[in-house]
C-alpha cells in the first residue's frame, strides 16, 4: 500500500478577506496543497512563517501595517521560505513585485485588473504551477543592500551611492569589434543579477545583453531600479540602436533580442514563443556568437528548463567564454546544468565569483578589434 504524499502546505498573506478565500479555495482545491494558516498583513506573515513553517508562501505587496515587501525582507533575511508574490501587474505594483524579487521572493503571479473570484480562476493554473515549483526550492537568506534599504512608507530602495552622470557611449566604429557579454537568466534571476551588476563600471568596456524571461509589462522598470545599484549605463534595448560598451542592455519582455551584423539590436515578437520561451535566450547568444566571435561572452544564471544551450554552445564553437551559475547558489539549477551536461560550458562558478570571471575575460579582449579578425 502507497503512502500519501506529503502536501505542500502554504500560508496565505492578503489584506482582502475576500481575496484570501479565494486563494484558499484555489489551493486547497488542489489536492497536493494544504493551506495551513492566513495572514491579513505582513505583520502577521512573519510571525506565522515562523510559527507555522510553511512549505511557500504566498504573498501579496500592498498591505497595512508592514507591507508584503518589508515582509518578504525581514523573512528573507531571518527565516528564508520560498515565496511566491501574488499582486497587481499594474506599473506600481510591477516595481514592487521586483523589488520582492530581487530581495528573494521566487516567483510571481500578477492579479487580474478586476482581482474578483472569476478573474483569478484565469490565474489559476499559472498559480499552482509556481506554488508547486517553489516548494521544490532551496531558499538562502538573501540579506542584501537592497534588504538594508526598504522604507517604511512605500517599500522604495534608496538608490546606491551617487555616481556622477557619466556621457553616453559612443557607438563603436563599424570595423570594430569589442566584447559581448550576454546574461541569461529566468527563475531567481532578479536576486541572483542583483548580486553581479553592481561590479560593472560606467567605462566597463564590453556592451551587456541582460535576457531575463520577464512579462513586457515589467522590463522597462526593472531596467530603471536595476540602474540603481550599478555604474554602468542601464536601459531597455531598443530596436535599431547600436550597441555600445558601458552599457547594459536588458531585452524587453514579450520580444525577442538578436544583435546584427553590423551591431544593432534586432527586437521583434515573431514567430511568438520559440521552443516555449519569449524572450529566447538562444537567439539572443546565438546572434551575438555571430557577432563578436571569440570576443562573446555568455553567463546562464539560475532558471528552470533549457533555454540558452544551443546559443551556450554558438558560443563556445565561436571561440567565446561560456559560465555557468553552480549548484549551490542557484535558486533553480536548471539552464546551468543543462550546459553543462552539453559540455559546452568553461566554468562553473557561484554568483559572486561571476563577475570577476567576465570582468578578466574582457580586460584581456578590450582592445578593439578589426571585424575581419577572428
Do not use: W
Not at 99 to 118: C, N, Q, T, W
Not at 205 to 228: D, G, K, N, S, W
Not at 314 to 336: H, N, W
Amino acid at each position: 500500500m502507497s503512502t500519501p504524499s506529503k502536501k505542500i502546505r502554504v500560508l496565505v498573506v492578503d489584506d482582502s478577506t475576500f481575496m484570501r478565500k479565494v486563494l484558499e479555495n484555489i489551493y486547497n482545491g488542489d489536492d497536493q496543497m494544504q493551506v495551513v494558516g492566513s495572514a491579513k498583513d505582513g505583520r502577521e506573515a512573519v510571525s506565522m512563517a515562523e510559527s507555522l513553517k510553511p512549505d511557500v508562501i504566498s504573498m501579496d505587496i500592498n498591505m497595512p501595517h508592514v507591507d508584503g515587501l518589508q515582509a518578504t525582507a525581514e523573512i528573507m533575511t531571518t527565516n528564508p521560505k520560498p515565496i511566491v508574490i501574488v499582486s497587481s501587474e499594474s506599473k506600481e505594483g510591477a516595481a514592487s513585485t521586483l523589488r520582492a524579487l530581487e530581495l528573494g521572493a521566487i516567483e510571481f503571479v500578477a492579479k487580474p485588473s478586476g482581482g474578483i473570484d472569476l478573474d483569478m480562476q484565469s490565474v489559476k493554473e499559472e498559480l499552482l504551477r509556481k506554488v508547486r515549483m517553489a516548494a521544490k526550492v532551496r531558499v538562502v537568506r538573501t540579506a542584501t543592500r537592497l534588504a538594508s534599504s526598504i522604507q517604511s512608507a512605500g517599500g522604495s530602495a534608496k538608490p546606491a551611492a551617487a555616481a556622477k552622470a557619466s556621457p553616453r557611449p559612443s557607438a563603436a566604429s563599424s570595423d570594430q569589434r569589442f566584447p559581448v557579454v550576454v546574461l541569461a537568466a529566468s527563475t531567481g534571476g532578479p536576486a541572483t543579477v542583483m548580486r553581479i551588476a553592481p561590479g560593472f563600471t560606467r567605462d566597463f568596456p564590453a556592451a551587456v545583453i541582460l535576457v531575463q524571461h520577464m512579462p513586457a509589462t515589467f522590463t522597462a522598470q526593472y531596467a530603471a531600479q536595476l540602474a540603481e545599484f550599478t555604474e554602468i549605463r542601464v536601459k531597455e534595448a531598443e530596436s535599431n540602436e547600436s550597441i555600445t560598451p558601458g552599457t547594459l542592455y536588458i531585452c524587453p519582455g514579450g520580444q525577442h533580442l538578436r544583435v546584427t551584423s553590423s551591431g544593432r539590436i534586432q527586437l521583434d515578437d515573431t514567430p511568438g514563443r520559440i521552443n516555449g520561451y519569449l524572450p529566447n535566450m538562444d537567439v539572443t547568444m546565438e546572434s551575438v556568437a555571430a557577432y563578436a566571435g571569440p570576443l562573446s561572452i555568455a553567463a546562464v544564471l539560475t532558471g528552470m528548463g533549457n533555454d540558452g544551450t544551443n546559443g551556450a554552445r554558438a558560443i563556445k564553437s565561436a571561440g567565446g567564454l561560456v559560465l555557468a551559475q553552480d549548484e549551490a547558489t542557484c535558486v533553480i539549477f536548471g539552464m546551468p546544468a543543462e550546459i553543462i551536461k552539453a559540455g559546452v560550458v568553461d566554468q562553473v562558478l557561484g554568483v559572486d565569483d561571476i563577475y570577476q570571471a567576465i570582468e578578466k575575460r574582457v580586460l584581456g579582449l578590450a582592445q578593439p578589434t578589426p571585424s575581419g579578425v577572428r
